[in-house]
């Protein structure tokens, strides 16, 4: 009878440890559920010759330091694919604050926010020149890429260029060159899907870097070659300026915006 007291515990007891496997098992990467009500975004505020704004969505400040409308990026961790938590379809707005306090002082910007609870985006602030317009793209960044490589996007965000083509260029030299088209056709407002790429040159070449031009070949900016910290991540670069603009209102492209 006492051996069958030992087995009775021996059986409990690996049951109970399965159990306890299958918990670990479920165990998530983050201690919280994210709140299924809300939107996730990042905001990347390109309006030329905007200065620090704050940000509110329905009537809350988001930002807790104002953020530069001209290339500015909320929340501001390039590295790292941080993303605020915002009511959806609400009211976007920016404004000057007051010198000194946290109050509004202009109103800059005020639009409705198109973004859906439960995904990711990317929410762009953009300048005709003229006036300002927002608008939202899903984050959808598919599976996580295969080790040395990355999954990079381009989102064009230059008014009055027309379509852009993205390049990756492979170089030794100005001589010994390799360009490879990556998306072509990408309107104002609309992105590249998340494509696939080595993070390092290839071919046997010594450099890489990235270039955005018009369908009609116009250069618009360069954007430097990825750290090797964007192994299996999923990045994004907005094109920006206006195509006449000299200075801080020239086209360029932004520095890579960790999306996962």
Do not use: H, W
């Not at 929340?75 to 379809?89: G, Q, V």
């Not at 608008?135 to 996580?144: A, I």
């Amino acid at each position: 009878m006492k051996n069958n007291y030992k087995f009775l515990f021996f059986a409990l007891a690996s049951v109970l440890f399965g159990f306890s496997a299958c918990k670990k098992n479920e165990l998530r990467l983050t201690q919280f559920d994210l709140p299924a009500d809300k939107s996730f975004v990042r905001f990347v505020l390109l309006s030329p010759g905007t200065p620090s704004v704050m940000i509110k969505v329905n009537g809350v400040k988001i930002n807790g330091a104002n953020t530069s409308g001209s290339g500015g990026v909320f929340p501001s961790t390039f590295n790292f694919p941080d993303y605020a938590a915002i009511a959806p379809n609400g009211t976007f707005r920016l404004s000057l604050p007051n010198l000194g306090t946290g109050n509004d002082s202009v109103l800059i910007f005020n639009s409705p926010l198109a973004v859906n609870a439960g995904k990711f985006y990317s929410v762009a602030l953009a300048d005709t020149g003229v006036d300002r317009t927002v608008f939202s793209l899903e984050d959808q960044v598919g599976p996580v890429p295969a080790d040395s490589t990355f999954n990079i996007r381009v989102v064009n965000a230059m008014a009055k260029t027309g379509p852009i083509n993205f390049i990756r260029i492979d170089s030794t030299s100005a001589t010994s060159v390799v360009r490879d088209t990556l998306a072509r056709n990408i309107d104002y407002k609309a992105a590249s899907n998340f494509i696939n790429t080595s993070i390092v040159p290839i071919r046997g070449f010594t450099f890489l870097r990235f270039r955005a031009v018009t369908t009609s070949g116009m250069f618009l900016g360069t954007v430097a070659p990825p750290s090797t910290s964007f192994n299996r991540r999923s990045v994004t670069t907005f094109a920006s300026g206006f195509a006449t603009g000299v200075s801080t209102l020239a086209p360029a492209l932004s520095s890579f915006v960790y999306n996962k």
